[in-house]
């Protein structure tokens, strides 16, 4: 049987701490015991970590954290389950990670501390798409970006919020999609520093609506744009959402195509655009012939 590893003899101390008694009413001493059996987890989950056994280490994180609740200490209780979801990141045991996270997340709440709840939500979103959960991925940016505003971290909210209609559209649930655009459209008008992407913006929105074979309110949204913005329909990307209504609207695949290739030319088509346009055409060949 091959010699016990540091982390391991670490592991076992904080075992047997956790497990000693410390007789009746004895609440003083029964603190020590988890904040000591807490102290010696840390210790195993680090020694862990350094022989990559990040698994482990995950595991006697949860370990310490557990102790810490114990011991009333909330904040380092928050920072133990943060510890863990890394360990877990490490070792691909991304639901893991996401239960650690969301503990986290817990104690930040309880202590006030939105702008790190925030933080770590974001980072349950990301752990979310990474395994294609889209949803649950929207849900947590949307989350995330509701405690950002709270804290006036609008430039970070607004960019959960565009992450969670990008989703919003995937999942080819277009209402909220554009509600969503629009949402960080209105944010970024208000300051000179973010005016200018908000073109991007309304453009995703419309195409959400072709996507939903809503010429009618991508119209109606085209106006509404240029009511916020007055300089909106000379731009590239308002120009390119009418040619694709009166492509649509005409069932015209040729010029459809034609309007795609120029906005290709001078603005790249990003993966999300040419997926969303191929679902528009796609609806296009679809429609019923009227001869």
């Not at 102290?39 to 994180?61: T, V």
């Not at 239960?99 to 702008?115: E, N, Y």
Request: hydrophobic residues 40%.
């Amino acid at each position: 049987m091959p010699p016990k590893s540091q982390a391991d003899i670490l592991l076992d101390k904080a075992e047997k701490k956790l497990g000693k008694s410390d007789g009746w009413f004895s609440f003083a001493s029964s603190t020590t015991k988890f904040e000591e059996a807490g102290d010696l987890f840390q210790q195993a989950a680090n020694a862990y970590k350094i022989d990559r056994e990040f698994s482990k280490a995950g595991e006697a994180f949860a370990k310490e954290a557990e102790c810490r609740e114990n011991a009333k200490e909330s904040n380092d209780a928050a920072n133990a389950f943060w510890n863990a979801a890394k360990a877990f990141k490490q070792a691909k045991a991304g639901d893991l990670a996401v239960q650690a996270l969301q503990q986290t997340v817990v104690h930040l709440t309880k202590g006030g501390r939105f702008r790190q709840a925030a933080d770590r939500e974001k980072e349950i979103a990301q752990i979310y798409l990474q395994d294609g959960l889209l949803g649950k991925a929207c849900e947590s940016y949307v989350r995330a970006g509701d405690w950002y505003s709270q804290e006036d971290a609008n430039a970070t909210a607004n960019a959960c919020f565009k992450d969670a209609a990008d989703l919003h559209a995937q999942l080819e649930e277009y209402g909220p999609a554009i509600s969503r655009y629009e949402q960080v459209a209105e944010h970024s008008l208000s300051s000179a520093l973010t005016k200018y992407s908000v073109k991007e913006y309304w453009l995703r929105a419309g195409l959400c609506a072709l996507a939903n074979s809503d010429t009618v309110t991508a119209k109606r949204n085209m106006s509404k744009y240029a009511s916020l913005d007055v300089s909106f329909p000379t731009t590239r990307e308002a120009k390119f959402i009418n040619a694709l209504i009166e492509a649509v609207e005409a069932g015209d695949q040729e010029s459809f195509t034609a309007a795609c290739v120029d906005f290709d030319k001078v603005m790249k088509l990003d993966n999300w655009k040419t997926s969303i346009l191929l679902k528009i055409k796609k609806n296009i060949d679809e429609e019923p012939s009227l001869t």
